[in-house]
Each structure stands twice: as C-alpha cells, then as structure tokens.
C-alpha cells in the first residue's frame, strides 16, 4: 500500500480529519513523533508523500541560534529531498513555514499580529493550473491559528492564496509541494484544546475563548466541502491517479 510519511510536530496538531480524508482516498499513513523520541529518516525511500504538520514551535532559530526543535534541520532536510525528488508533499501552518524556510523562505514573528479562528483566503491567478488549487473556490474557508508568518517566499515558489494581512496563505515549490499558512485538518476538539492551552494569551489578544471554538465549529462543513476534496486529490497525485499530473518517478536514490 502506498504510504505518506507524517511528521507530527506537537502532540495537540495531529492529522485529525485530513488523516481520515487521505486514508479514505487510498493513502496510507505512517506516522512519527520526533518529540516523542521517534527518528526521522534520512530519506523518503518507501514513501509516496511527505505531510508535515504544525505546531506550537516557531520555525527560525531562537536568540541563541538554536533551532525551534531539535528535528527541525532534519524535517527541513527531508523537505528538500522531496522538492528535489517530487515526492508529493503538504505543509500545514508550522509544516509549510518549514517548508518555506527550508528552500531559502523567511519566517518571523508577524508584524500584524496573531491570526486566530475563522477565516477567509482569496486564490491567486496561478492557482487556476494548479493540479491541487484550481477546483478551490475563489474565497475558500479556512482555520487560522498562528502567531508566525512567512514574510519571504522562496524565489523558486508560486504564490497561490493571500489575504489581506497575511499575503503568503498558500503556495507551491517546484511542481509537487504545497505549503498552507492556515489549518484544514482542525475539528471542533482540537480547537477546543487549543483554547485551554492558550487561554491566557486569547484573552490578551482580545479573543474570547468559547467564542473563538464556537465560530469554527460553524464553518467546519464549509471547510470540509472544500478541502475533502482537496487531500483527495493530494493522495490522487501520491497514487499516481490524479488525470492532470505527470505519475510520479521512482527514484532509486533518494538519499544522495
């Protein structure tokens, strides 16, 4: 069975609904929790896809010069052998600022703020020939969580969605990477932890907690009706079986 390999970055963001909508579209999943003591492989041999999650470590090196977690070098390693190799990869949040960082992107703690709850992201034109992008609506729904941002796309990325405050929402290296700002795999739980978390720095913000898990829960169909499709077409591309993408190549030697 063909498998992506997951790399779960904090324990409160695990696949949660995308890891049901991938399954049921085919693709197995493999899952490793560096944080909890699992190592990373040096290569992707044996993977159909890469999907890297997010989390609540920032994606640059702190004051010291260390990195936001100690697998991070590794994680981005890995994220550039699969642009290299075009392994079908998805970042989430944390996951695609890695993936920006990894190919020369800059990420800083953003300047307009946190963005958190409900939100809307507008495509850009070239999501009209993306294999993933072009079947999304123009102003899809999304789960926004974060308080990092990509300030600097890499130079060999295409832009894909932006918003207002936020202009690097989605966006794609080479012809099989995709990396999201926002969050698509959230259910009404996990934002509910999140709030329990971070209640002390919500309402700081200015957020109210129970208001913030009651306006996602609401669009969660909406979220659902657009992105379903979306990881359908992401383990389409995994399996070779997405019409309008080139099959992928099996390459013996993913470690060099």
Known sequence: MSTALVIENDPTDDLRRLGEWITEAGLGVTVLRPYAGDELPETLDGFSALIVLGGDQSAYPDAAGAPGA???PACEALLRKAVRYRVPTLGVCLGGQLLASA???LVERSPSGSEIGP???GKRDAADSDPLFK???LLPDVIQ???DE???LPLNATLLAASSRFPHQAFRI???AWGLQFHIECDAEMIADWTRDGAAELEELGFDPEAVVLAVAEILPDVEEVWQPFAARFAALALGNLPD???PRTLPLLGQ
């Open 103 to 105: 190919h020369g992107g």
């Open 135 to 137: 079947w999304v609506p």
């Open 145 to 147: 969580w974060h308080r």
């Open 70 to 72: 100690p697998w991070f």
């Open 119 to 121: 939100g809307l992201v």
């Open 245 to 247: 993408a080139e099959t």
């Open 150 to 152: 990509i300030t600097e």
């Open 174 to 176: 080479g012809d099989r």
